[in-house]
């Protein structure tokens, strides 16, 4: 029996990324000192396909987190950072790379986070926004498409660690999720 739903083709992605990546290279053109921060392990898959069309020079650095029980989105958020992230951070314009905007929770505390470093600048880029009022409201700079309140696999979006390998974005059977 088939657990998953198609949402988001992978033609639908590869529009969607392009069109992030224009908008991205009008924004930062004449910016120095960008960094790209990669929300692991989600926005992997996401970030690769985005960076590989960026045409300004960007480091590119990574921050594990994640916010979920389950399915139940934004338990607890834990951070998981590499040695002396938050000096990198300093002075940078900062483009964070998330792969969903759901309850906010992790995008939220990861801001406050980075903030915390005295960047020059943040901006967000999120690949999909869940189409649920929000625990905490967060503009997204660069956001890519809706998806409807579901469980959402795909992309790097994972169910217990799996489907992360889909080239398109699904919804998950209800009945294939066990809470
Ligand atoms: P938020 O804190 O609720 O906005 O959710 C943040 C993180 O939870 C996302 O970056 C995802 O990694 C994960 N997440 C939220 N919703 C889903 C979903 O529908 N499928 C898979 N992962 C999700
Ligand atoms: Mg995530």
Redesign the pocket.
């Given at each position: 029996m088939e657990h998953k739903r198609i949402l988001i083709s992978t033609e639908k992605l590869k529009e969607t990324i392009a069109y992030l990546a224009s908008q991205i290279n009008a924004a930062y053109a004449t910016m120095e000192n960008v960094m790209a921060l990669v929300?692991l392990e989600?926005a992997k898959y996401f970030a690769e396909d985005l960076l590989e069309q960026l045409s300004f020079p960007i480091e590119i650095d990574y921050l594990k987190a994640?916010?979920?029980c389950g399915t139940a989105?934004?338990c607890t958020v834990a951070m998981n950072v590499n040695d002396n992230l938050h000096e990198r951070l300093k002075g940078k314009n900062i483009l964070v790379i998330?792969?969903?905007?759901?309850?906010?929770?992790?995008?939220s505390t990861l801001l406050k986070w980075i903030k915390d470093s005295n960047p020059q600048s943040i901006k967000t880029c999120v690949l999909l926004e869940?189409e649920v009022p929000h625990d905490k409201n967060i503009t997204i700079d660069f956001p890519g498409m809706k998806v409807p309140d579901v469980?959402?696999?795909g992309y790097g979006?994972?169910?217990d660690g799996q489907y992360r390998e889909l080239p398109f974005i699904a919804e998950l059977a209800p009945e294939r999720i066990k809470e």
């Open positions: 929300i989600g994640s916010s979920y989105s934004g998330d792969d969903i905007y759901d309850t906010g929770r992790t995008l869940k469980f959402v696999i979006l994972d169910f």
